[in-house]
């Protein structure tokens, strides 16, 4: 199973079984790392550029993976743990610790600088014991039980922001009676 530069478990063996399309991937098929960041590897935007930009992973006719891409990123952006499929309630104007974690499923390796960035979200609770190696993130989960009271607790709260409070009962105010 991979692990992370202390030692503790990702909850895959394989980082690119659960990674999406490249975040730098145009909707036409083409490298929008090589035209944003064209200063950053010069070489590599180089090559696309004399390639038209066209991503060589998408090209049918080319057996490269995303794996062989040096710039490759699979940020996921669902809200809801991918273990245990608990999704996200955050409240406005609260500081509150987030239901969800991002997890990182690759690492940099003997001093290398990270070049692939594949993620994915975890609850706080699905995320401890995956690096507690309790845990595979391909695990049949349902939600821990203090994920769902923490979780009914915001939704409460929520509901009770939205009720009608008129403003003589918010500020306590009498009406003297009349109405």
Do not use: Q
Request: hydrophobic share 25%; with cysteine.
């Amino acid at each position: 199973m991979e692990k992370t530069p202390r030692g503790t478990s990702v909850g895959v063996d394989d980082p690119y079984e659960f990674a999406g399309l490249c975040d730098h991937l145009t909707g036409e098929g083409r490298c929008r790392y090589a035209l944003d960041h064209y200063g950053h590897d010069p070489e590599f935007a180089r090559e696309r550029a004399d390639d038209d930009y066209v991503c060589p992973v998408v090209d049918p006719e080319t057996d490269e993976t995303w794996a062989d891409c040096p710039h490759f990123r699979s940020r996921n952006h669902d809200r809801e743990c991918v273990r245990c499929g608990l999704a996200e309630k955050r409240m406005a104007h609260d500081d509150e610790r987030p239901l969800l974690e991002e997890h990182h499923l690759s690492y940099a390796r003997d001093g290398a600088e990270l070049t692939h960035e594949i993620t994915v979200y975890l609850c706080r609770w699905c995320h401890a014991k995956v690096h507690r190696s309790w845990a595979r993130i391909t695990d049949d989960a349902a939600p821990d039980p203090e994920a769902t009271a923490t979780l009914e607790g915001r939704r409460s709260r929520e509901h009770e922001e939205l009720g009608f409070e008129s403003a003589a009962e918010r500020y306590g105010e009498d009406d003297g009676g009349r109405r």
